[in-house]
């Protein structure tokens, strides 16, 4: 049997808007839109601080929907606010905004779900949600943003201006949200006040023009951001009912635009992205009329959005794409025109339900398996009932109708025997009688704990709920019946809003009903103490985790002191815990301790280090033609890290007199340098550090020009994939780096072609493991004014080589051996590093190296790294004879598990403490109880010992190894 609502499809027209807007800076929202009728109230509540964390009193905090106020608070002297908003009767979510606003222009903003309670209908009522906890708005310095609009040269008097905020506030959407909507004066300039930090997109809407742009605040702030106003269109929505053919009265129409709000820290905005997301352009849409029509005025040139439309009763709804690209002057003004573009046929997509028949075989069940009407469950859920599903029981007959067939289903019989609904070809169904399971809580003394809610989940993972949260009673107990026989896991949690459970164990109720004694651990006490850049304090924004234990109950601050006193669940005495504290604006750090016994609280100290800001500053060349790549120079790593930039491809909205202007925002401290891979041009080195969190980079690429060039090498030997190497010859970039650009690869005949900067000279050369530049002919220096015909020679190179001597069974896997020269100690720094380039019958070659005296570190990944000391590499080949590798000391991890529970799997980490920085990792098979990793060399190692993939640490201990014994380690899995 199939249902669905009634088919229509969606035609749309396009025309050139002719539109006359209201002045009102509401022009956009198209009259008042109001919280839907409440079913119910939920209390949002929050408390505002400043960014050392203290209270702000008098703050005005207002929670709006699409951009419309619907309820408004104030702070009271503790910083706290509570706002109760009506919940629909029909709980859907829906995107809202909360913001605060304190006294002295300060502002926090972040998105909010408002809607988004999900009410069981079999939860007790200590689990209903009917308090939703914003959290913490920290309010920062807000700023006022100019906006210029223009049409060519002139400016654009009144026009309405809108500006949108996406936020990068910590585990929060980047949706965008309405800050501020303004009328321009008679100069064309607006100015949104209370803008906080962040991207923001500038939406100008005059008459029937519209344009946008966007930009970063605070760096947009300085000079007015000007928007060019652009011909919009109208769109004529025709709703048509797919079975007739004829009008469709009274659909709804919603009209979406694509967006960049994806949560990858892109820039909002911007046509042809591959990760897009759909958000409301807040247009006045009511229903359609007899006509079943409705125009959509105000639409941008190239602008992706997404139309849909849905009637009361109706369980589908037709939506599609639409791209607004048809060029103005090709549309008559006066009439609307039906472009080929402009018109597309959509059906919905019905749920298909089926009607299946099954043969019953009643194996266990009693005499009330009669004939009759039968229940039906959804998945394995007791209580989830479907919507439309209906079963009957005919003998050895089982009839369903209206089954989804994607969908598991559960029957209960009317004596309450059970059965499982196959979802593929087979027919057969065995009803079983139900099961039920014994849980008695006790705490570490023996006596019991009441109110603890028991949650029986699908293992190993446990994301499938089977049943509600049901509270203990005073004697610790609780019975769940009705259970299909299956392995059950039993979690126990002592909140039905707590983030954190315990997994008490695993029942098998195959064979018959399960009971379970488990001992619910005594919360623990944490006293965590911060400290911002050498100082306590406590940072603004934070959020703290436990692995596997997700956000503990926090039960004090102190700013001053910078103290956290906190409660977790789950941890016994002498157990190892992980926490992570996560603060906006700081690097994320991470600390293992162990809990401690006795009532004195464990504590954990955190040293966190500011993130900082760049100001890029580029002239790009004439051709707009260019690669930039950010080098970070991260004090925790050995080497410079390459990261390519793409804001300067999106943000032109900050470019003004020719040079664009961008921030990155939430780097690490550490060095940095802002480089042009086409001609290795390189900017001065700006630091970031407390003292300096927002330096500056400039870059003028203005004054580049193209050079080709050809790369002649010995016969025999292939011209293309040669690299061309780039490095100015000048302080900024020497030795800064640790080899040059790359800025091209040969094709073939060994041809590429490079930027070099006028009057700037610009050292090349290329770079090929078995060759090396000519002595002769093998580098140039380029200075912009070079002939267009480069020639670079090379030559046979300087080479290592070594046969290598591991076990047989790992001899294959040589080729992922890596190579570093040190000059001197090995260190942070490295004159040369390479992965292994040729390899034959165990003998490997490196090549591509200057010849000298070096410290050679080889590590083969998988065994343990061999050093050797004051090697001197000669021209030409330097043969190193036979070199043994060995496993080195091996790490035997043992699992201690309680009896009769299955050994988790366990992976291991082993990371070097010394230079040069090297690590091993492995991961345990399922049930094993035991797990070595080997490849160590002499030295002092970081070992962590890890529930699977997850974060829980369940083991953290600094190790000395002499490389050649095996050592082992104890764990205890709680």
């Known amino acids: 049997m199939h249902t669905s609502g009634p088919i229509f499809f969606i035609r749309m027209l396009s025309s050139v808007a002719l539109i006359v807007v209201a002045a009102g800076p509401r ?44 309820r408004e608070a104030t702070t009271g002297a503790d910083g706290r606010f509570e706002i109760p908003v009506g919940i629909p009767d029909a709980t859907r979510s829906r995107e809202g905004s909360v913001r605060a606003v304190t006294p002295d222009g300060r502002v926090a903003e972040q998105s909010c779900c408002l809607y988004s309670v999900q009410v069981r209908r079999n939860w007790p009522p200590q689990a209903q949600r009917t308090h939703e906890d914003l959290g913490v708005l920290v309010v920062h310095p807000s700023h ?55 991207d923001v997109a500038v939406i100008a809407l005059a008459g029937s023009e519209r344009g946008r742009v966007n930009a970063s605040v605070p760096a947009a702030c300085a000079n007015p951001v000007e928007i060019a106003l652009q011909p919009t269109w109208d769109m004529s929505v025709e709703v048509l009912d797919g079975a007739s053919g004829g009008p469709l009265d009274g659909a709804h129409v919603a009209v979406l635009e694509e967006t960049r709000d994806d949560g990858v820290r892109r820039p909002i905005g911007g046509f042809g992205a591959s990760h897009l997301s759909a958000r409301d352009l807040l247009l006045d849409l009511p229903a359609t009329t007899a006509d079943g029509k409705w125009r959509v005025t105000g639409l941008g040139r190239d602008q992706k959005i997404v139309v849909r439309a849905t009637k009361e009763g109706c369980k589908a709804f037709a939506d599609g ?50 004939d009759g009407p039968v229940t039906l469950r959804r998945g394995s859920a007791v209580g989830a009932s479907p919507e439309n599903a209906r079963a009957t029981l005919r003998g050895k007959k089982l009839v369903c109708t209206a089954l989804d067939p994607h969908v598991g289903y559960t029957v209960v019989a009317p004596d309450g025997c059970l059965a499982r609904l196959p979802t593929g ?57 009705g259970l299909y026989p299956q392995n059950v896991q039993v979690q126990l949690s002592r909140s ?56 503990p109950v926090v039960l004090s601050e102190d700013p001053e002191k910078g103290e956290l006193r906190c409660r977790i669940d789950g941890k016994a005495p002498g157990a190892s815990a992980t926490l992570t504290l996560t603060a906006a ?150 030795d800064w780096f640790t080899g040059y650009a790359q800025v091209a690869t040969t094709s073939e005949g060994g041809v590429f072609r490079v930027r070099a900067a006028l009057g700037k000279s610009t050292v090349v050369r290329p770079f090929h493991p078995r060759l090396r530049p000519a002595r002769e002919g093998g580098t140039a220096t380029l200075s912009g004014d070079s002939p267009s015909d480069l020639v670079l020679r090379m030559e046979s190179g300087d080479t290592l080589s070594f046969r290598a001597t591991p076990p047989t069974e ?165």
Not at 62 to 68: S, V
Not at 337 to 356: D, F, G, K, N, S
Not at 939 to 967: K, P
Request: hydrophobic share 35%.
């Open 585 to 734: 604006g700081f690097v994320t750090q991470g600390k293992s301790l162990l809990v401690a016994a006795g009532p004195s609280p464990s504590t954990v100290d955190f040293d966190l280090q500011s993130r900082g800001t760049l100001r890029l500053h580029v002239v790009p060349p004439q051709d707009g033609e260019m690669k930039l790549v950010l080098l970070i120079r991260d004090p925790d790593l050995p080497f410079v890290t390459p990261w390519d930039l793409d804001y300067f491809k999106e943000r032109t909205s900050v470019l003004r007199d020719g040079t664009i202007s961008v921030s990155v925002n939430d780097l690490k401290p550490g060095e940095y340098r802002l480089r042009d891979d086409h001609s290795g041009l390189t900017s001065e080195a700006g630091t970031i550090a407390p003292s300096r969190p927002t330096p500056e980079l400039s870059l003028d690429l203005s004054r580049c020009a193209w050079i080709a060039g050809r790369v002649e090498v010995p016969e025999g030997q292939p011209r293309d994939g040669i690299v061309i190497l780039a490095k100015r010859d000048d302080e900024a970039s020497r």
């Open 496 to 551: 039905a809003n707590s983030s954190s459970s315990v997994i008490a164990g695993t029942l098998d109720l195959e064979s018959g009903d399960g009971r379970l004694s488990c001992c619910m651990p005594e919360s623990r006490d944490l006293l965590v103490r911060v400290r911002l850049n050498g100082k306590p304090g406590l940072p603004g924004e934070f959020d703290l985790r436990v692995a596997d234990r997700g956000s």
């Open 144 to 198: 006022s943003l100019r906006v210029a609009v223009k049409r060519g040269d002139e400016r654009v008097p009144h026009a309405i201006v809108r500006v949108e905020w996406s936020g990068k506030r910590l585990y929060l959407s980047d949706d965008r949200v309405l800050v501020g909507e303004c009328e321009a004066d008679e100069n064309g300039l607006a100015i949104i006040e209370h803008v906080p930090d962040g």
């Open 810 to 974: 790992v001899a294959r896997r040589l080729g992922s051996m890596e190579l570093m020269l040190f000059r001197g100690e090995p260190g942070r720094d490295f004159a040369f590093r390479q992965g292994a380039s040729a390899t034959s019958e165990s003998v490997v070659t490196f090549g591509g190296f200057d010849s000298g005296t070096y410290t050679i570190w080889l590590d083969p990944n998988f065994l343990a790294p061999v050093r050797l000391d004051g090697v001197e590499l000669r021209d030409g080949e330097t043969n190193l004879g036979e070199i043994a590798f060995s496993s080195g000391t091996s790490i035997r991890v043992t699992a201690n598990v309680k009896d009769g529970q299955p050994s988790p799997i366990l992976s291991v980490e082993a990371m070097s403490t010394s230079w040069p920085r090297y690590g091993r990792h492995r991961m345990g098979e399922p049930g094993a109880k035991e797990i070595v990793l080997s490849g160590l060399a002499a030295g002092s190692f970081e070992v962590t010992v890890r529930r699977g993939a997850g974060r829980e640490v369940l083991l953290s201990r600094i190790v000395d190894v002499d490389g050649r014994n095996e050592m082992t380690l104890d764990v205890d899995v709680p």
């Open 27 to 70: 022009a956009w929202a198209g009259g008042s839109r109001v919280a839907p009728a409440a079913g119910g109230e939920i209390t949002f509540a929050g408390r505002v601080v400043d960014e050392r964390r203290f209270p702000t009193r008098d703050a005005a905090v207002r929670i709006a929907l699409l951009g419309l106020p619907i």
């Open 425 to 481: 070809p087979e027919s057969d169904v065995t009803f079983r009688r139900p099961r039920s399971v014994d849980v008695t809580v006790l705490d570490p003394k023996g006596s019991a704990v009441p109110d603890v809610l028991v949650t029986l989940t699908v293992p190993p993972y446990g994301y499938a709920e089977l049943t509600a949260p049901t509270p203990t009673d005073s004697k610790g107990h609780v019975q769940i019946a």
């Open 321 to 370: 794409m639409y791209v607004t690209d048809c060029p103005v002057d090709s549309v008559d003004a006066e009439a609307d025109v039906e472009h080929p573009l402009a018109q597309i046929r959509l059906y919905p997509v019905p749920r298909r339900l089926t009607e299946r028949e099954f043969v019953v075989e009643h194996v266990e069940c009693g005499r009330g398996a009669t």
